[in-house]
């Protein structure tokens, strides 16, 4: 493989890592589309599991559309909010907080009536002597436990009032990461005088405009300022301070703590709402309190809000379950959540986990992509989203967390799919390799099989048991001399051409050519159990074919070489010994040389194939005779050879075993086989050994 290929598979196996950086980069910087995704599932949780709809704890006096109708248009005469607060009273309500605001002196009392009135001493008397709406008010709301709500402002305003007071439980001051605003629009200093607190209304509307947290606590011109709802809360505990609590790091706020009750929050003050379906039961129509012919309800201390459900007075939110609710009914919620205790949590640790998760997930399914056939990954990427949103659905429903799967979900996706692509990629350019350099060493089947299972080829060296085959032409050079050039080329070529289809018939591996030399391997670079037997097999065919060509391309003039085959087997060295820039395939170690040195033996021998022991003894069956114990060159111990034959022979194996066991009845067996058979070298060369006086069947062909 070339260097560019190199650095485009390196290139490759970067990409999913490259893309897992990508995702942690999104995941930090906290895009809007990635949180778009993450609060679709967040809001899609609530839906799945709402806060149950008990019987409300906390009453919505509604301005409503019919209020509206009936008493007049907003914003109604103190008067008759005072009137509606002593209604309240009666009924028995509790804590009374109003979510709105009375900044501006009310425009129907009487001496605010004066300037619209044509000037009279008189008149101006009398109407100064009736009572003022606002002062009306002002001592209905002190006769009440009420609580006056307030917007935040964020250029400077007023401070938040000291009407509670804040104790931090440990650490600093956990202020830091708090809202901070320049200060509120407050109502007139004669009602938050009357009044027992003061908080804030104000929400934090997300992207999409649904509210999914609320402040319970900010920070607005340097002091702390509670919500509507904590406010409420307090004065109906009964206490008078909030109790801070702080987070690990004792600067980040934890939780706000009211009595025994202890509200968990985010470090910068937000409370996560946990919704229920809105109910028309906890809302009473204000006109229905105001009118003196209906009986009151028993509110029996339970808490009161004033708010409205009117649209002309636009305070309408979205809510995770997809309902247009009035703002009233936030702060509602909020508070029958906290006394119900019914938290909604997104800790530090379970984002820390979910970080930990998208990373290590997304590791080790790098690795799956790169190991895993393409079935078990599809499954994966089908178990992985069900698996991570049906935890997240479990912690929510069991625990009230609200875990994020969505962000280690498409980090895992992203890397799964980039590990996907450079497996493609990886593996076309390796089939395309494969192609290119295995076309001219093994059959085409062969290739074939290795494109399609690239896993079963192994080109690291390696030890392993495999067969050799190597082949030689008697007197090729002496025929090079004699033969013209163009007939020599296009003999050899042709010779070539049959001996390489058979290897490949076979499934061996052509390990090279030399001149008129061809040497062929089996089991490698694909192991085959069968090695042997195939090496053999193909050795006999081998051997037919170059008989054929030879008698087929002899002529009295010119008689084509004798073709000498060598077959062995044994454990070997295989892999590229070519260096970095060429692909040699080939197996190094002393049965490759046996091989060869068995070729060689023929042409002592007179034979035309020489099989070792080791390779015949995993062909079972295949019939051969023996030629004897061979001392070949660089070996210190003999090699047992055998000849391939067409069927059993037994008429030799008796004389051979006589010569084996050195008994003197072995020459005239031999004398009797060559006589009968003209046309058999090897027993003519056992014949002229016995004759020269050997005895045994240890032939020394290493001198």
């Given at each position: 493989m070339n260097r560019d290929g190199m650095a485009g598979a390196r290139l490759s196996a970067l990409l999913p890592y490259l893309g897992l950086l990508l995702c942690a980069f999104v995941y930090l910087l906290d895009s809007t589309p990635l949180t778009a995704a993450r609060h679709a599932y967040f809001d899609q949780?609530?839906?799945?599991?709402?806060?149950?709809?008990?019987?409300?704890?906390?009453?919505?006096?509604?301005?409503?559309?019919?209020?509206?109708?009936?008493?007049?248009?907003?914003?109604?005469?103190?008067?008759?909010?005072?009137?509606?607060?002593r209604r309240l009273a009666r009924a028995d309500a509790g804590v009374i907080g109003?979510?709105?605001?009375?900044?501006?002196?009310?425009?129907?009392?009487?001496?605010?009536?004066?300037?619209?009135?044509?000037?009279?001493?008189?008149?101006?008397?009398?109407?100064?002597?009736?009572?003022?709406?606002?002062?009306?008010?002002?001592?209905?709301?002190?006769?009440?436990?009420?609580?006056?709500?307030?917007?935040?402002?964020?250029?400077?305003r007023l401070p938040p009032p000291d009407k509670a007071g804040f104790t931090v439980a440990a650490g600093t001051a956990p202020d830091e990461d708090l809202f901070r605003f320049g200060g509120r629009l407050g109502s007139l200093p004669v009602l938050e005088q009357a009044a027992r607190g003061l908080g804030h209304f104000s929400v934090i509307d997300g992207p999409d405009s649904i509210v999914r947290q609320v402040p319970l606590l900010v920070f607005a011109e340097g002091r702390r300022a509670p919500s509507l709802a904590l406010e409420m809360l307090r004065l109906h505990l009964g206490v008078d301070a909030f109790r801070l609590?702080?987070?690990?790091?004792?600067?980040?706020?934890?939780?706000?703590?009211?009595?025994?009750?202890?509200?968990?929050?985010?470090?910068?003050?937000?409370?996560?709402?946990?919704?229920?379906?809105?109910?028309?039961?906890?809302?009473?129509?204000?006109?229905?309190?105001?009118?003196?012919?209906?009986?009151?309800?028993a509110l029996q201390q339970r808490m009161v809000l004033v708010g409205s459900s009117a649209s002309l007075l636009h305070d309408t939110r979205a809510t995770p379950l997809g309902e247009q609710v009035p703002g009233v009914e936030v702060h509602r919620q909020l508070i029958e959540q906290m006394l119900d205790r019914d938290w909604l949590r997104r800790p530090g640790w379970l984002i820390g986990c979910e970080v930990i998760a998208m990373l290590a997930g997304s590791?080790?399914?790098?690795?799956?992509?790169?190991?895993?056939?393409?079935?078990?990954?599809?499954l994966l990427l089908l178990a992985l989203p069900i698996a991570a949103l049906g935890f997240g659905r479990w912690l929510f429903a069991s625990a009230g967390l609200i875990a994020d799967p969505v962000s280690p979900l498409l980090a895992w996706a992203t890397c799964l799919s980039l590990a996907s692509l450079s497996r493609l990629y990886r593996s076309d350019r390796r089939q395309r390799w494969i192609r290119q350099a295995f076309s001219r060493y093994v059959s085409p089947n062969l290739v074939r099989h290795l494109v399609e299972q690239p896993d079963a080829l192994e080109l690291g060296g390696r030890r392993q048991e495999c067969s050799f085959v190597f082949t030689d032409l008697e007197g090729f050079t002496g025929f090079i001399e004699k033969t013209p050039?163009?007939?020599?080329?296009?003999?050899?070529?042709?010779?070539?051409?049959?001996?390489?289809?058979?290897?490949?018939?076979?499934?061996?591996?052509l390990v090279g050519i030399a001149g008129d030399g061809m040497i062929a391997m089996f089991a490698a670079p694909v192991y085959q159990p069968d090695h042997a037997a195939r090496a053999l097999a193909c050795a006999i065919d081998l051997d037919r074919f170059a008989h054929d060509f030879a008698n087929g391309h002899s002529t009295a003039a010119h008689r084509f070489c004798r073709t000498r085959i060598g077959v062995n087997s044994g454990e070997v060295t295989v892999g590229n010994f070519g260096g970095s820039t060429m692909l040699e395939y080939r197996a190094l170690g002393d049965p490759v040389n046996s091989a060869a040195r068995l070729e060689a033996a023929n042409k002592v021998l007179g034979t035309r194939v020489c099989v070792s022991a080791t390779t015949l003894a995993g062909c079972q069956g295949a019939p051969a005779r023996p030629i004897g114990r061979l001392?070949?060159?660089?070996?210190?111990?003999?090699?047992?050879?055998?000849?391939?034959?067409?069927?059993?022979?037994?008429?030799?194996?008796?004389?051979?075993?006589?010569?084996?066991?050195?008994?003197?009845?072995?020459?005239?067996?031999?004398?009797?086989?060559?006589?009968?058979?003209?046309?058999?070298?090897?027993?003519?060369?056992?014949?002229?050994?016995?004759?020269?006086g050997a005895t045994g069947d240890l032939i020394d062909l290493a001198g």
């Amino acid at each position: 493989m070339n260097r560019d290929g190199m650095a485009g598979a390196r290139l490759s196996a970067l990409l999913p890592y490259l893309g897992l950086l990508l995702c942690a980069f999104v995941y930090l910087l906290d895009s809007t589309p990635l949180t778009a995704a993450r609060h679709a599932y967040f809001d899609q949780l609530q839906r799945w599991h709402p806060r149950p709809a008990d019987t409300s704890q906390v009453v919505v006096v509604d301005i409503d559309e019919q209020s509206l109708q009936r008493l007049g248009q907003w914003p109604w005469p103190r008067s008759r909010l005072a009137e509606l607060l002593r209604r309240l009273a009666r009924a028995d309500a509790g804590v009374i907080g109003f979510d709105m605001a009375f900044s501006e002196p009310d425009r129907t009392s009487p001496e605010a009536m004066l300037e619209l009135w044509p000037a009279s001493d008189r008149l101006a008397e009398l109407v100064r002597a009736l009572p003022d709406h606002d002062r009306q008010f002002a001592e209905a709301v002190a006769e009440a436990k009420a609580v006056l709500g307030y917007p935040l402002q964020t250029l400077p305003r007023l401070p938040p009032p000291d009407k509670a007071g804040f104790t931090v439980a440990a650490g600093t001051a956990p202020d830091e990461d708090l809202f901070r605003f320049g200060g509120r629009l407050g109502s007139l200093p004669v009602l938050e005088q009357a009044a027992r607190g003061l908080g804030h209304f104000s929400v934090i509307d997300g992207p999409d405009s649904i509210v999914r947290q609320v402040p319970l606590l900010v920070f607005a011109e340097g002091r702390r300022a509670p919500s509507l709802a904590l406010e409420m809360l307090r004065l109906h505990l009964g206490v008078d301070a909030f109790r801070l609590e702080t987070d690990a790091s004792g600067r980040g706020l934890a939780a706000i703590g009211i009595g025994t009750l202890r509200i968990p929050t985010e470090t910068n003050g937000l409370a996560w709402l946990h919704y229920q379906p809105r109910q028309a039961s906890a809302y009473l129509p204000a006109w229905q309190l105001l009118d003196q012919s209906t009986t009151l309800p028993a509110l029996q201390q339970r808490m009161v809000l004033v708010g409205s459900s009117a649209s002309l007075l636009h305070d309408t939110r979205a809510t995770p379950l997809g309902e247009q609710v009035p703002g009233v009914e936030v702060h509602r919620q909020l508070i029958e959540q906290m006394l119900d205790r019914d938290w909604l949590r997104r800790p530090g640790w379970l984002i820390g986990c979910e970080v930990i998760a998208m990373l290590a997930g997304s590791l080790l399914l790098i690795r799956f992509a790169h190991r895993w056939p393409a079935w078990p990954l599809a499954l994966l990427l089908l178990a992985l989203p069900i698996a991570a949103l049906g935890f997240g659905r479990w912690l929510f429903a069991s625990a009230g967390l609200i875990a994020d799967p969505v962000s280690p979900l498409l980090a895992w996706a992203t890397c799964l799919s980039l590990a996907s692509l450079s497996r493609l990629y990886r593996s076309d350019r390796r089939q395309r390799w494969i192609r290119q350099a295995f076309s001219r060493y093994v059959s085409p089947n062969l290739v074939r099989h290795l494109v399609e299972q690239p896993d079963a080829l192994e080109l690291g060296g390696r030890r392993q048991e495999c067969s050799f085959v190597f082949t030689d032409l008697e007197g090729f050079t002496g025929f090079i001399e004699k033969t013209p050039p163009r007939d020599a080329v296009g003999l050899i070529n042709s010779y070539l051409d049959g001996m390489i289809a058979i290897v490949f018939r076979h499934e061996g591996t052509l390990v090279g050519i030399a001149g008129d030399g061809m040497i062929a391997m089996f089991a490698a670079p694909v192991y085959q159990p069968d090695h042997a037997a195939r090496a053999l097999a193909c050795a006999i065919d081998l051997d037919r074919f170059a008989h054929d060509f030879a008698n087929g391309h002899s002529t009295a003039a010119h008689r084509f070489c004798r073709t000498r085959i060598g077959v062995n087997s044994g454990e070997v060295t295989v892999g590229n010994f070519g260096g970095s820039t060429m692909l040699e395939y080939r197996a190094l170690g002393d049965p490759v040389n046996s091989a060869a040195r068995l070729e060689a033996a023929n042409k002592v021998l007179g034979t035309r194939v020489c099989v070792s022991a080791t390779t015949l003894a995993g062909c079972q069956g295949a019939p051969a005779r023996p030629i004897g114990r061979l001392l070949l060159r660089g070996r210190q111990q003999p090699l047992t050879a055998f000849e391939p034959v067409a069927e059993p022979d037994p008429d030799y194996e008796q004389a051979f075993e006589l010569l084996r066991h050195g008994n003197t009845k072995a020459l005239a067996r031999f004398e009797d086989l060559c006589r009968a058979r003209t046309d058999d070298p090897l027993c003519a060369f056992h014949l002229a050994r016995l004759r020269s006086g050997a005895t045994g069947d240890l032939i020394d062909l290493a001198g």
